[in-house]
């Protein structure tokens, strides 16, 4: 029998089958994050503090270019293929894979203007990074895309054997990499794309989808509905990548490298728990669609706000408790952090995991412009407060100044919120 009043609550909220789809999303999303935040400790360990701060603006940009591909593609399509094309996922699939391709190989042929510019200035770390990007992005992003195919059929298991596939393929590969070669960035990540294509094609062959008889779709109106979709979505996924990214660009300005890999280091240990609210995201966004056509979101909105907070608040705790012998440990004593960072880092996953709950609401309303403004607002507050508090106060300016954004971020977007329940509120 459940005693703990809020699990009580949550069971109440989701019945047993939701549950153990839920504890399979997060299994998926600890698998699949545990090898990126085990490539990220390596690296912290193996390279020193100005390569790792060079790594890191590399793989920024894989962020962006990350950022850009799901707008566009994937994130419309846990929407619409949820709803919309729900009885043509078949065609809809290889409608959207093709797309993927097209795009995403188009992007590596363009990355490689960058990675030839760094390798004339002999900036070789950034350089073989975004080589390693350039050959690895197309395949990370197709993982992504099945991963997400997996939570719209409401088989997250499926998914999460997927990331045993790629975690264990992974692993073994970096490890044979370290013990006869050498790690570096563009061994890891071309790794990472090696495994995500095997472990993609893995989860395409299992999935239960097949061609029906009126399996056909229109491929300008499929691409016209991900561009109306997108072009809101595009703008609160660049101005949500602004706030955890854009201060390895104005870090260096100061000339101090190492201090971009200073805060890699430390945001590295928030990985577990933001990859936690990630999963449950997952599947609270093709949910959440259904609990709008059956008109109950309201009541459930705040249990699950609730619950998730409850977890960050607890890694807050252990972080706060544990983070200078974690750290120590993780980076063999490469890093040294002061406890004060970890009072504050703490506070990060608790105001994203409530943004996480807002924006997903708001995405299962089909109603991106709602949430891209506010996003649009957080990165124009990033780069005004942010930029002068980073360049001053390096790893400890950055957090606070994301503290700041996030803050700024859930009130407006409580505000969007209530706009929708209530159209007759005021607006700001």
Not at 72 to 90: A, K, R
Not at 110 to 138: C, D, R
Request: aromatic share 14%.
């Amino acid at each position: 029998m459940i005693q703990n009043p809020l699990i009580e609550k949550a069971a109440k909220f989701l019945p047993k089958s939701t549950l153990k789809k839920g504890f399979w999303a997060v299994l998926d999303q600890g698998l699949f994050a545990g090898s990126n935040f085990f490539v990220g400790i390596l690296l912290a360990r193996w390279m020193n503090n100005e390569s790792y701060g060079g790594f890191s603006i590399a793989y920024s940009t894989f962020l962006f270019i990350g950022a850009i591909h799901t707008a566009f593609i994937s994130e419309p399509m846990t929407v619409y293929g949820s709803g919309t094309y729900q009885q043509n996922l078949h065609s809809y699939k290889e409608l959207i894979e093709r797309k993927h391709w097209l795009w995403t190989i188009t992007t590596s042929i363009l990355l490689l203007i960058p990675t030839i510019y760094y390798y004339n200035i002999n900036e070789q770390i950034i350089a073989e990074s975004l080589l390693g990007l350039a050959l690895s992005g197309p395949c990370i992003l197709h993982l992504w895309i099945y991963r997400k195919i997996c939570y719209i059929l409401n088989i997250p298991h499926l998914a999460a054997i997927g990331g045993i596939i790629y975690m264990a393929i992974f692993l073994i590969t970096i490890t044979t990499s370290k013990h006869y070669i050498i790690v570096t960035p563009f061994i890891s990540l071309s790794l990472m794309g090696a495994s995500s294509l095997i472990a993609s094609n893995f989860i395409k062959r299992q999935l239960p989808i097949y061609r029906t008889t009126n399996d056909s779709l229109n491929n300008i109106e499929v691409t016209t509905k991900h561009y109306n979709y997108g072009k809101w979505a595009l703008l609160a996924s660049i101005s949500a990548w602004i706030p955890a990214n854009v201060y390895n660009f104005i870090i260096p300005i100061s000339g101090d490298l190492s201090a971009v890999g200073s805060l890699k280091a430390l945001m590295n240990l928030l990985m577990p728990i933001l990859h936690f609210n990630a999963a449950i995201t997952s599947l609270i966004i093709p949910n959440f669609v259904r609990y709008i056509k059956n008109n109950t979101i309201n009541k459930n909105f705040k249990i699950i706000s609730m619950y998730i907070m409850s977890i960050s608040l607890l890694y807050w705790l252990i972080l706060f408790i544990y983070g200078e012998r974690i750290g120590y440990s993780l980076y063999a004593g490469r890093y040294t952090f002061d406890k004060t960072l970890f009072l504050l880092l703490g506070i990060i996953p608790i105001l994203s995991s409530q943004i996480n709950i807002y924006t997903s609401y708001l995405r299962a309303k089909d109603m991106p412009h709602a949430f891209s403004k506010a996003f649009l607002i957080g990165g124009i507050i990033t780069v005004l407060i942010g930029g002068p508090l980073s360049l001053l106060y390096k790893e400890k300016g950055a957090i606070i100044s994301i503290i700041i954004t996030n803050t700024v971020l859930i009130l407006l977007l409580w505000h969007q919120k209530i706009r929708i329940q209530e159209p007759n509120h005021i607006k700001l």
